[in-house]
């Protein structure tokens, strides 16, 4: 049983790599239309629910941060402590959850649906590579939209977070922005921007992956969405740890 559960899942990860090298080859064929109407759908309908997420965790941060820090550093300092926290952690791994529940549950479901309704094997028929037409637009989109995102959740989650500290915690938003800047790497910024590059990455491919590769009809599809968002959910926290570990360890 463990040894077809490991050949199984050593099949399925050589599949995925193998997807992913021929989709590479979509350079030479990308569609402008394609790769906009995907940008789009990435970046412009996802920015009203990345704001609210990122409004409310920069409000949490900044609160629970104070009750951390009361009585063992000044306040003065809270500006710091939620923009390291912000800038490095949160606002990247917070935006990936949310493309991957949204983006990467559309793309596996749209992919999946044309899986078993026969629209995939259509174009193969006709000579029409579906990973190069279908699949390297979509994770271009996702490799640039992500970490865009990921800057304009953390500046909403700063800005949330300075103006509750100001409000309920007395903080005054000067003051919290000076500690801020005091304390602030650039190094900060690009590991956010290097952790928004890969998660875009692993959102699109893992759930363009479970699309292309799902069967038995409209339960088919209901499954290989539940895997796009959960595996790439999982792995984005994995290489969190690793590029995290690569920028800050």
């Known amino acids: 049983m463990i040894l077809e559960n490991l050949r199984h899942f050593l099949r399925g990860l050589g599949g995925y790599f193998l997807m992913v090298y021929h989709s590479l080859g979509g350079f030479k064929v990308l569609r402008r239309d394609e790769f906009l109407k995907d940008m789009e759908f990435f970046m412009i309908d996802s920015l009203l629910i990345v704001a609210i997420a990122a409004s409310f965790t920069g409000m949490v941060a900044s609160v629970q941060s104070a009750y951390q820090i009361k009585g ?3 306040l003065d300092l809270l500006g710091a402590g939620v923009g390291k926290m912000i800038t ?12 991957a529940g949204r983006a990467g ?18 174009m193969e028929v006709m000579g029409i590579d579906p990973e190069r037409y279908l699949i390297f637009p979509r994770i271009i989109a996702g490799v ?3 970490p865009l995102l990921t ?5 909403v989650a700063l800005i949330s977070a300075g103006l509750i500290s100001n409000v309920s915690l007395g903080v005054d938003y000067s003051v919290f922005l ?3 800047k005091e ?9 956010g ?5 890969v998660f875009g990455f692993i959102i699109t491919s893992i759930s363009s992956y479970m699309g292309i590769r799902s069967k038995g009809g409209a339960k088919g599809v209901g499954l290989s969405t539940m895997q796009a968002v959960i595996y790439s959910s999982v792995v984005v926290l994995l290489f969190d740890f690793i590029v995290g570990s690569a920028f800050y360890g």
């Open 72 to 74: 063992l550093l000044p």
């Open 193 to 197: 921007i290097a952790k928004g590059i």
């Open 144 to 146: 640039i939209a992500t």
């Open 178 to 180: 000076r500690s801020f």
């Open 151 to 155: 800057i304009f959740a953390e500046t």
């Open 88 to 99: 490095v952690e949160l606002g990247p791994v917070l935006t990936a959850l949310i493309l």
């Open 183 to 191: 304390f602030f790497y650039l190094r900060d910024l690009l590991g």
């Open 105 to 122: 549950a559309s793309i596996a479901s749209e992919l999946a649906s044309m899986r078993v309704t026969e629209q995939l094997d259509a």
